[in-house]
């Protein structure tokens, strides 16, 4: 991955961060790994843990920030969730997979942020 989506994924998940904080989300982790793979974040509201994919797309070259979300990506989306579940021991916890989505003009001004509850079913 260059350097230059690193910047830009971690700029997104920043703007994403501070949009969940302010609709109420309290960030329980950021960045959590496992042997499936990365949860963006972990976040919790009214009882109900969402684990957040951030997608952040800078000009409509890459198509629209949803779209990167394909059933092979949502299914090793359920699969963290579940590692992380299982490894908290929060087997009775009401749970949801989330999108955030970012998005950028050419220029890199912001926009669109946009949260997706329940994007991901499964």
Request: aromatic share 6%.
């Amino acid at each position: 991955m260059s350097n230059t989506r690193k910047k830009l994924g971690a700029w997104g998940e920043e703007v994403a961060k501070t949009h969940l904080e302010a609709n109420g989300f309290k960030i329980i982790s950021q960045n959590w790994r496992c042997r499936l793979g990365e949860a963006d974040m972990i976040a919790e509201k009214n009882n109900v843990v969402s684990f957040v994919e951030v997608k952040t797309r800078r000009g409509s070259s890459a198509g629209k920030p949803e779209e990167a979300i394909t059933p092979r990506k949502a299914q090793k989306m359920i699969q963290v969730a579940l590692t992380w579940i299982g490894e908290h021991g929060h087997d009775d916890l009401d749970w949801q997979l989330d999108l955030v989505a970012v998005e950028l003009d050419a220029k890199g001004k912001l926009i669109r942020c946009e949260h997706f509850e329940n994007f991901v079913t499964g």
